[in-house]
C-alpha cells in the first residue's frame, strides 16, 4: 500500500537551491535510506517532507491511513538538546502532541502507550531519570520512543547514528530492523553510513548535485551512482584504518 509520494519537489534556502525535481514513494514496509554527499539536501528533504521547511516547488502526499501530523522523526540532536533539563517520560510523551489537541495534560492512555514505547525499545527502567543523564545511545533510544508515540506507520531519522560508539550503533540498527520487520512500520532514513544501506534497506535514495536515483538496493549496487558511493565509502574505511 503507497504511503507517501514525492512529487518533482524542490527546496531553497533564502535563494540558493539545494534540491531540485525529486521525486520518489514509500510503500509499507520500506526500508528506504536517504544518502549523498554533504550539502546534498538529504536533511532538508526530510524536513521538507514533514513540513518544516517549505517547499519551492512540488508536492508531498500522505495517502489514506498515513498523516503527516502521526509521522514519527527522529532529527539530528544539537548539544543544547542533549541537556534538556526534563525527565525521560516527558520527552517521550511529547511525541503524542501531534494527537492532544488543546487538552493541558496527557490521558491515562497516552501515559500507557509512552510506557509501552520505553518497554519495547528495553528503556522502562530509566522512565524517571533526567534526559541528559544517559549516554548517547540510551538518549537515542528514548526519541525513537518519542518518535514511536506520533506514529506506528512511518518513522524518518535523520541521520541517528551520530556520534555513537560501534556497540550502541548496531543496537540502535537492530532495533531500527526490528521494528521495520516485526511491526511493519516503514523507515524513511538518512545516512552516511552506506554499508548499513545497503545491509538493511530495501530501497536507496542517492541524492547528487546533478540529479539523483531512487530504486532498490540491488539496483543501486548495479547502478553508476552506487558505485561511485560505495568507492568512496571504502577508501574511506581504508583511509581511517591506515
Known amino acids: 500500500m503507497l504511503q507517501l509520494s514525492v512529487e518533482h ?23 528506504i535510506c536517504i ?15 514533514l513540513g518544516l521547511i517549505p517547499l519551492r516547488e512540488g508536492k508531498v502526499i500522505f495517502h489514506e491511513g498515513t498523516l503527516r501530523a502521526h509521522a514519527g522523526y ?21 511525541g503524542c502532541l501531534g494527537g492532544k489537541g488543546w487538552r493541558p495534560f496527557y490521558s491515562r492512555a497516552e501515559k500507557e502507550k509512552a510506557c509501552e ?4 525499545l528495553g528503556m522502562e527502567e530509566v522512565k524517571g531519570w533526567s534526559y541528559r543523564r544517559l549516554s ?14 506520533a506514529t506506528d506507520k512511518i518513522i524518518f531519522l535523520d541521520e541517528p547514528i551520530s556520534g555513537l560508539d560501534p ?5 540502535f540498527y537492530q532495533l531500527i530492523g526490528r521494528l521495520n520487520k516485526e511491526k511493519h512500520i516503514s ?4 545516512s552516511h553510513d552506506i554499508g548499513t544501506a545497503l545491509r538493511e534497506a530495501n530501497k536507496v535514495l542517492h541524492i547528487k548535485k546533478d540529479g539523483y536515483f531512487f530504486g532498490s538496493k540491488e539496483e543501486y549496487q548495479r547502478s553508476s551512482a552506487g558505485s561511485e558511493l560505495v568507492c568512496v565509502d571504502e577508501e574511506r574505511e581504508y583511509g581511517s584504518a591506515r
Do not use: H, W
Open 9 to 31: 519537489v524542490a527546496i531553497s534556502y533564502e535563494r540558493t537551491l539545494v534540491l531540485k525535481d525529486i521525486s520518489f514513494s514509500v510503500e509499507e514496509g520500506d526500508y
Open 117 to 120: 514505547k520505553l518497554r519495547q
Open 187 to 190: 523507515v524513511v532514513m538518512v
Open 35 to 49: 544518502v549523498g554527499e554533504n550539502g546534498s539536501g538529504k536533511s532538508s528533504l526530510i524536513k521538507g517532507i
Open 167 to 171: 556497540m550502541a550503533t548496531a543496537e
Open 136 to 149: 548517547g545511545g540510551q538518549q537515542q533510544r528514548v526519541l525513537l520512543a518519542r518518535a514511536l508515540c
Open 74 to 94: 527522529l532529527p539530528q540532536q544539537t548539544q543544547l538538546q542533549k541537556d534538556f533539563p526534563a525527565s525521560v517520560m516527558e520527552v517521550v510523551l511529547s
